[in-house]
């Protein structure tokens, strides 16, 4: 016991030796590298954290407004289709955006794949209101692609459609790239393995590079569909209404003023943190494998 | 059955140059070549996985040049085992079997026996990851043998393990080739298995075939200087011709006349190669022997290596000489002792131009 109580104690009392039993502790238990980084990086988190302490020391003064506002059909409406719309993004980017991430992971260093992969990054480096002025220039009841489709009955302006084409125009780059990612994480080695036992190329795909980068899809899904619920300025281009959540605060902010936006704003802050950290928790379980190849 | 009619191909930077061969069935068929040769994609242009630019393919007599690996019945495994770390031991190797439409009951059942015969059968719900070298290795060629090739492929597959289970895994190799009849190409840079296990060996420097044939030839008796030095002649010597009487040459080797059974011309610049293990050395002036080439000279310096030892001597030509410890010790050779190398004509191999 009295082992114990010298060796963890940095500071025992007596006199000369303290010094030297101090800075023996510090070399062995502290690495002022690693403080450094926790202060600087804490700083990042603290701002997030106080801005969400600011809005919910208000919020949370008047609770009966807070859960007011939030039981509103308009407001469950609005995060349901926000979150709907966002997952038909997602699920349009899977299926669109998985070949062409394989495409540009297993294709050789070349011109034409720098100008494709500039191409897919575009929705990252353009100003918000810029892609969405893309978005509604191309799927306008005039646009090149609205044209027609609104012929066939798929109308994009101030309609579901038109937003989810527009959340999937901005989270693409977010998950093509982390699959992409993923892709050129296995090597190239296994497929051929698997091609010369006896499957196809699509075969080869299905059965090993996929379920090899499942962590990737997972996680790009996520990103993106982060990304997705929460664009305005792409949205707003294209259908103000029906009301995403953001679109909804916009409104709430310049009709009922701050009182109401805020609480919506933290109803939605409540929810995404919940849903985000449930999806955060469950990539513990993907794609185990991945660390092996 | 497998033809390589003058296949080009270009990858990169690298170009592998108009490469013809010919592997028969059965052959144990070795590539061999210093890293970077090109020996994998040679190997990879078998399996179907890399398209020449130019020339043609051939197998059992058909062109394969564009056939996909799919279609090739041809096996590979690779140097890193590329086991699936996504699948167990057990769906490893019968993973060939199911993407051919086979069940997964019947393919395990029929990858059962393979798996007692690879010993892997108690690895048979494990995940790669899990496996050592050695059981990886086996798991590995037992999934490439589980879908009954007609050419198994074999990249590099003894380096990246001990040398005990090397031991092991070439004694899988040889009965494998031995009872099965399979055809197999193997790609490595090591003489010492080329040795051991191939029937034929081609040389590959820079992307170009440089020699090609039974493996003792290509082994004993290289065709370019550069190809002596790969297979790992220890003596190689530049020489010119003096006498050359009804095939027994004679050479000026450095000041130094050497024998040796050649059609060489008088005034002819060759190379000499002699194999360490063909020097004998004796203590002093030594018996007499039968061995036309005998040089009184001093030990420079003793590497043992294992069991046995290589011995460099200075005899106005430096020449190595491999001998068991045991020897080095019995006639107490040290750095400085006075010997006598012998070695005898027919054990000079002479290349031409």
């Known amino acids: 016991m009295k082992t114990e109580t010298l060796s963890t104690d940095p500071f025992p009392a007596d006199g000369e030796t303290n010094a030297i039993r101090w800075h023996r502790y510090r070399e062995r238990y502290v690495d002022w590298c690693t403080i450094g980084f926790c202060i600087l990086g804490g700083l990042l988190v603290g701002i997030t954290v106080l801005a969400i302490a600011n809005i919910a020391s208000a919020e949370l003064a008047d609770p009966a407004h807070l859960i007011e506002v939030a039981a509103t059909s308009e407001v469950v409406h609005s995060i349901l289709l926000t979150f709907g719309a966002g997952a038909s993004a997602v699920l349009l980017l899977i299926l669109f955006g998985t070949p062409l991430a394989y495409v540009l992971a297993r294709s050789r260093p070349s011109r034409f794949k720098g100008v494709v992969e500039s191409i897919v990054d575009i929705p990252l480096i353009l100003p918000h209101t810029v892609a969405g002025l893309l978005v509604y220039l191309l799927f306008m009841r005039r646009g090149w692609l609205g044209a027609p489709l609104s012929e066939i009955g798929l109308a994009f302006e101030d309609a579901l459609p038109g937003t989810i084409v527009a959340m999937l125009f901005v989270a693409s780059p977010f998950y093509v790239n982390s699959m992409r990612e993923g892709f050129e994480k296995v090597p190239v080695h296994l497929e051929n393995v698997a091609r010369t036992l006896g499957a196809g190329t699509f075969t080869a795909f299905r059965t090993v590079t996929l379920p090899l980068s499942l962590r990737h899809m997972y996680s790009g899904a996520i990103l993106a569909w982060g990304r997705a619920i929460g664009e305005f300025a792409g949205v707003i281009m294209i259908a103000y209404y029906p009301f995403i959540i953001s679109t909804l605060i916009y409104y709430s902010f310049t009709t009922d003023g701050i009182h109401t936006s805020r609480s919506i704003a933290f109803t939605v802050i409540l929810v995404s943190f919940g849903v985000f950290y449930l999806l955060r928790r469950m990539t513990r379980f993907m794609g185990r494998y991945d660390d092996r190849v | ?353």
């Not at chain 2, 028969?24 to 970077?36: A, M, R, T």
């Not at chain 2, 994609?41 to 799919?70: C, Y």
């Not at chain 2, 070439?170 to 009965?175: E, G, M, N, Y």
């Open chain 2, 1 to 353: 059955m497998i033809a390589f009619d003058r296949v080009s191909l270009s990858l990169g930077s690298f170009h592998l140059k108009d490469v013809s061969l010919k592997i028969g069935k059965g052959d144990y068929y070795f590539i061999v070549g210093p890293s970077g040769a090109g020996k994998t994609v040679l190997l990879e242009a078998i399996a179907g996985l890399h398209l020449p630019d130019s020339g043609r393919l051939l197998l059992r007599g058909s062109e394969i040049t564009a056939l996909p690996p799919e279609k090739r019945k041809v096996a590979l495994v690779y140097q890193d085992y590329s086991l699936f770390p996504n699948m167990r031991v057990i769906e490893n190797v019968s993973y060939g079997l199911r993407v051919q439409g086979m069940g997964k009951k019947e393919a395990h059942r029929e990858v059962a026996p393979l798996l007692e015969r690879f010993g892997i059968a108690h690895l048979a719900d494990r995940y790669p990851g899990t496996l050592s070298g050695g059981e990886q290795q086996r798991v590995a060629l037992a999934r490439a043998v589980a879908v009954k090739p007609d050419v198994l492929l074999l990249d590099e597959p003894l380096s990246a393990l001990d040398p005990v289970t090397q031991e092991k895994f070439i004694a899988d190799l040889k009965r494998l080739h031995r009872e099965d009849g399979l055809t197999i190409v193997q790609v490595s840079h090591s003489r010492r298995e080329a040795h051991l296990l191939a029937t034929r060996v081609a040389v590959i420097i820079d992307g170009t075939l440089v020699d090609e044939g039974e493996a003792d030839v290509v082994l004993n008796t290289p065709r370019s200087r550069e190809v002596a030095a790969f297979v790992g002649i220890e003596n190689i010597l530049d020489g010119s011709v003096t006498a050359n009487e009804g095939g027994l040459a004679t050479m000026d080797v450095g000041g130094r006349a050497v024998e040796a059974v050649t059609d060489a011309a008088v005034g002819e610049e060759v190379t000499l190669c002699i194999r360490a293990d063909d020097v004998v050395l004796a203590v002093g002036d030594g018996p007499q022997s039968s061995a036309r080439n005998t040089m009184a000279g001093t030990v420079v310096s003793i590497a043992e290596n294992g069991p046995v030892a290589e011995v460099r001597v200075d005899a106005g030509i430096t020449l190595t000489a491999v001998l068991t410890r045991r020897s080095v010790r019995d006639l107490a050779l040290a750095p400085g002792t006075a010997v006598t190398l012998s070695v005898k004509a027919t054990a000079v191999h002479v290349i031409r131009g």
